[in-house]
Each structure stands twice: as C-alpha cells, then as structure tokens.
C-alpha cells in the first residue's frame, strides 16, 4: 500500500514534538511497507540521532541515501551523523556532492568548511565559507565562519574586521561576539574580550561557551570568585554539559578546596560514568598542599587506588572517534612530583592506562613512524605552552635561539596566546613559529604529522594539558622531552629524556621510563640576568635592621619535611626574618601559614613576627633586585630552586641546599659544584641549618662567596656547550 504524504507529516509531528520514540516507531512502521521510502529512512534517522543513538543513525541515513542519493537533505545529514562519528573524510565527501547538487545552498558550503576545519586545513575551509557567504550575502553564520577560518590561518586582522562585519549584519548573533571575544583574549586585550563575552552570554544564556570564556578570561586576571560564578552559570545554562562541570570541579580544584573538588568529580563520575574527564579527577585529584606527611602519605595512597581503579574502569573509559572526543585527555598529574617520591611506576601506570582509553579515538595517531631520509637539515620540532617570559621559557629557548640553523630547521608550536619579548625572540630565531593556542588537539596533531618532524621535543611535559594530551600520541619519529618539569612522563610515545648531567644522580636512568640523555653543565645555554637598579630594602617595603632569609618557591613546591628546617633557622638567627612569596589564592596561603605557624609554635615563636609573605608576580627585574638586598637564600628540599637558585646565585646570593634523591632535588648542587661554592651544600639536615645561619651571621663571609660567584659565573652562564651537545644528540639519532 502506498504510504500517503499525510503518513509522513505524522513522523515529522513526533519529531517537531520531541516525541522520538514514536518517531522512530511511526518510520519503522512505514518502511515495513515501503523498504525504499528515502523519506522514512531519513525521519527516522533524524529521530535516532536526537537520541543518541548515533550508529543506529549513521545506518538509516545510509538507506535513505541508497533510496535517493540525489537529495541533499539525505546526503547532509548522512554528513553530519558521519561527522559527529568522526569519520571526517566521509563526511567531507558527503558535503562536497552536497554543493555539487544545489551549489545556492549556504548550508551545504558552511558544513563543508566546518569538516576542513576539524581536519586541520584552514584553507580549503575558508575556501568554503567565503562560497557560503557569496551564495548568501545576509547569511551571518556564513561570515562568522569565514572570521573562524581567518583566525586558524593567522590572520587576525582580517577576522577581527570579519566578526566585526557579520555584527553589522546582526548585532544580536551572539555566536560573532564569542569569537571576537576569543580572538581578543589571544591578543590579551581582557578587558574587550570580556566586553564581547559578556554580549554573548546575554543574548544566548545557553551558550555554555561564553560563560566558559568568561570564566577563563575572570581566572587569567585572578578574580576567582568572578571566574567560579561564570563557570556556575555555564552549569546552571546547561546542567548536563560535561565541559562546564568539569570545568567548574576544576577551578575549585586549582583554588585550594581539593575535598569539595574531587567530590563534584565524584558525583559527575556517577551521573556520566563513560566520562574520563571526571573519572580523572573523582581518582587522581591530588592536595596543592599537604597538611603534614601524613597527610601526604594518604593522598598519595588514594592516588595509587585511584589509578588501580582506573586501569580496571578503562573499557568503560576508552573514547570514542571524534575530535571533540579527546578533549577529555586534557589532563596533567603536575603536583604528583612535588611528594618527593618515586614516581616511575605511577607516571608509567597513568601512560599505559592513557594509551588503552585513547587508542580506539586515535588509533592512527599511536602507530610508529619510521624514520626518514636523511635530509640536508634535521627538522625539529618544539612543542611549548611556556615560551614566554617564564621559567621554562628562560630555561629553553636556546634550544631554538642557538640551535644551528645551516644543519637543523626548526618549527616552533605554540599553544599559549602570550606573545612577549621571549616569545618573539624565539619566534625570529625559528625557520617557523606556529602559534596554536586553543587549537583542537588532533588538528594540531594533524598539522604536526603534516610537517614531517624528524624530532619532536617537549621542553615541559606535564606542566600544562595541552602538550601533555599531544604526547600520548607519535607525531614524530623520535619524540623527546627536556627537564622542565623534571619527572618522568611515564608515556610510552616518548623515547628520551634530555637533562642536566650537574643535576642528576649515578643512578638517573633508573627514575624514568624513557631513556636518558645528559648534556653538559645546565644542559642549555642560559643567559646571565640582570637586576634592576636603584632597589632597596625600603623601596620594596623591607626591614633595614633584620638578616633576611628568602624562600622563593612557590608555595605548592614546598614539602612538609621543610617546616623544623626553616623553623629552626629563624629560632637559632634572633635577629632572622624569612620571606616568602604568598599564593594567588588567599586560601592556599592562609593554608600553608597555618601549618609553618604550628612549626614556629613548637619552638615558641609567633610566625607573622618573624616572617613576610609578600606578593606573587614580581616582575622579574625587581626579583632580581630582591636576591640582591636578602642575605641568604633556603633552598627547598625533594625539590630544589631551579631558575630561582639561578637567579639568586648571579645576584650574589648564597643559596644554601640540602640535595635530594632525584633530580628535581638536586638543581642548585649541581650549579653549587660548577660554580665552586659547594660549601653550601649541607649533608643532612642539621648542617643545613648549621650553614644557613652561620651565613646569615657573618656578613663577611656572605661578601667573599659573592665575590667568588661574580668571578666564577661564566662557568654557569652564557655557555655554547650544552646546545653543541644537543646538536651532537639529535644528529645521532
């Protein structure tokens, strides 16, 4: 019997009243009569994908084509299911004979564009939305597209001009104002960028996105409590997107309140038990700060259940393809390190477990690459969020800066939106600077396979999320990474791990699971800093009378097994005072006094008497000139000064250190030993309090170690041969 239009209306009424499973029910209905009913197939389709039933989908689209494949309603939304499949070649095909079919149709070229884009070929997209904009002028989502694939390609002035021109066209699609407020945010122009997001948010308060936005341009200006109170309005806007609420556990996480975080992962781990993002943090959450040992004892114990857990959980766990997908892999075990305990069996559990959930999202990308023909100059890659005026970004920029370029032919990536004075230094000194921040991860992954890398290096793997997520993929060949954050990775994908020979035990290679390479002396080629002038104790708000013993670390970074040293310090030095650097969280820094005020109470001193917390993000030349006017530096235990010891030993200040079992504890004796003062090296703890106050004590004593740091620093500073070695290493590969 032939079915009547009127038949197909009722699926379409199910469907326009969210009445899914009698939609489904009413095309299955009709397609017992008529098998070839493209319409049926399609409506059905449509139905299956609203709920989430996205294979059952992709195979009703598939029939409705192979009734009718000259309908670009069938052919587009078999693209769309394909597309959210991650199948991005299908989809694209599917696209392209979309337009071909009815080339007038703005849909059709921006679905096109959208699928370039997400495999990471700005310009074949733009190709597409600027053919979507010319079938339809007044189309605004066309010409935000258009902005979208112009800010992919670098062109930040045409699409600032773009979004500004699809406003015009409608001053109330929120959708330009969320993507001039981003490509502000790069420009680190805040205040515009919220000006934009904040539009956004008020003409669609369900786009989770701008109050994301918002929360992340409140957190880079350090208003936490504007950041949180975005993110809770992106969680009330859509109470079951999973972005926001691990977003908003996430923030509480990085404001101190640990308990109150893991638990919201918990819950979500509960209500979303496939998602790997709250079953990340719901299990290996880790304290910013540790009350006692105990106390880290425990954590580090829930850590490793946590991970047992995980590891059983993968099959549940493992993602699905799709590019949107493996955002949930943005993850770091960062504080991990700072137990000062072996961390190799847990870093390689975590690897293994990544590899096993990310595998069947990225398969292709986990598969070896064999290693090329030689060419005239080794193509070497570095991947970075910190090359800025930073740590790291100090640290390694020589790796680029002085890498020779007539044997090596360098392209930077970029995933950080800063663009400062380091920055651009090593943007000029790179054959290419490819910056890519907020890129999605396997379009960056795309684009790096795309150049053909003979090396690939990460200066700071487990820093930030963003080069972390990359390095559980082989995007290179050889894939390396530096001593940034100077603890094995624990993934399979990286083969080497370049440090510091001053800085590492005899038995180094036994704490990483990749194998290690040493160069010389620091291992880069570190510029000599240089402190501003005219800084004064009373300039900076200082005691003029008092020995003033500076401890730079941030707070996170010191271990509990610190507290009676420094404690017994100030005790045994009456006229001692310690200067600290506070969090930028107050409860992170109301936390940490509470604890060194309980050591300071067992040996019957008040802490705020004897101690100043001063404010974090000191510009680095009044740093400099702080080293300068304290009297002796502590170095922490478990992990030591790195850039801090540095910058204390060019400014003259003796850095007092007590080394630890591995690497990331033993920095400043490595720069003690090159610089020849290791009589600031104590042996155990009680002569570690012994030098520091013998110092603070005796003036002269402090005078002649700083003439002998001024004469002896081009040991340490401004030397050739770490990047020569590094040279030397990667041609041997």
Known sequence: MTVTREEISAVRGHLARGELEAAVAAGNALLERDAALAEAWHLKSLAEHRLNRLDEAIASSARAVQADGQEPRYLMLEGQLLHDAGDLAAAEQRYERVVALRPAWAAGHIALGEARMDSGRGVEALEAFRAAAAADPANVRAWNNVGVAQQSLDRFDDAIRTFGHAISIDPRFALAHFNLARLQARRNDIATALRHANESARLDARHVDSWLLIGDLQRRSRNMPACIAAYESAARAQPDHLRALNALAEVIAEVGRTEEARAGYGVLAQRFPGNLKAALGANLLLPILYRDGEHLEQSRAQYTEGLARLREAAPRLALRPGARNLQDVLWTNFYLAYQGRDDLALQSGFGDFMRTVVAPAAGRYLEPIARRPRRERLRVGFASHYFYDCTAGRYFMSWITHLDPKRFETIVYSTNEAMTNDTRTIAAAAGQFKARPGRPLLALAEEILADELDVLIYPELGMHPSTFALAHLRLAPVQCAGWGHPDTTGLPEIDYFLSSEAMEPANGQSHYREKLALLPGLGTR?????????????????????????????????????????????????????????????????????????????????????????????????????????????????????????????????????????????????????????????????????????LGQSPDERKAIAERLAASRGALFGRDEPVRALERFLESL
């Open 526 to 694: 570190y510029a000599e800093p240089k402190a501003r002038e005219g800084v004064t104790r009373a300039s900076l708000g200082l005691p003029e009378d008092k020995t003033l013993y500076l401890v730079p670390q941030s707070l996170f970074k010191i271990h509990p097994d610190n507290d009676d040293a420094l404690s017994d310090v100030i005790a045994r030095d009456p006229n001692g005072h310690l200067l600290l650097f506070a969090s930028h969280h107050e409860q992170l820094t109301s936390e940490f006094a509470g604890r060194l005020a309980a050591a300071f109470g067992r040996r019957g001193l008040v802490m705020h008497e004897r101690s100043l917390f001063l404010q974090p993000f000191m510009p680095h030349g009044d740093y400099l000139a702080l080293n300068r006017v304290c009297d002796v530096m502590l170095d922490t235990w478990h992990w030591s000064g790195g850039n801090t010891s540095l910058d204390a030993f060019a400014s003259g200040l003796p850095v007092v250190t007590l080394p630890g079992e591995f690497m990331r504890g033993r920095q400043s004796l490595g720069m003690a030993e090159i610089l020849g003062v290791t009589e600031l090296v104590a042996r155990d703890a009680a002569e570690y309090v012994d030098i520091a106050v013998r």
